[in-house]
């Protein structure tokens, strides 16, 4: 049991690392869509990953496209504050992609906008914030999946 992991264009160290630790505990992989906001070498990447970071299963992709070319055929979900149906209504299945955006504005709108049957959110229930910090929300949708696949 396990999902792939995807963040397209990640900004911020400490979530990939936080995300990266979060991989391996789920029995995940994780795949990172350039361009990054930092080094992958960053410390700050390794600190939030502890010495757990070598043990990832990490895929490193040079865009968006390369990342499709390489997992053709795969079964993607998508995560968007612009999504309208809840994570709670998939239909999880082992290593399917749940896919997320960057820090500062989400995924890109074309893909979005072609994908629209499978861009799931986290309920906000307060309007004074606009989307929940990156690795809290890969945190929440990676164990509502294994609840999930648990349960079937």
Not at 48 to 68: N, P, Q
Not at 70 to 75: C, E, I, L, M, T
Not at 100 to 111: C, W
């Amino acid at each position: 049991m396990g999902f792939n992991i995807v963040l397209i264009e990640p900004e911020i160290p400490t979530n990939t690392g936080n995300i990266g630790r979060l991989s391996l505990a789920s029995g995940s992989k994780l795949h990172l869509v350039k361009p990054f906001g930092f080094e992958l070498n960053d410390k700050r990447v390794k600190r939030a990953g502890l010495d757990y970071w070598k043990h990832v299963s990490l895929f490193i992709y040079e865009s968006i496209d390369d990342f499709y070319a390489r997992n053709k055929g795969g079964d993607f979900v998508y995560f968007s504050s612009h999504g309208t149906q809840d994570y709670c209504e998939i239909d999880y299945k082992d290593n399917m992609f749940l896919i997320f955006g960057k820090e500062s504005s989400g995924l890109p709108e074309s893909i979005v906008s072609e994908n629209t049957n499978s861009v799931f959110s986290i309920p906000i229930y307060s309007p004074h914030i606009r989307s929940l910090n990156l690795a809290n929300a890969v945190s929440i949708v990676v164990y509502e999946g294994i609840r999930n696949l648990r349960m079937h």
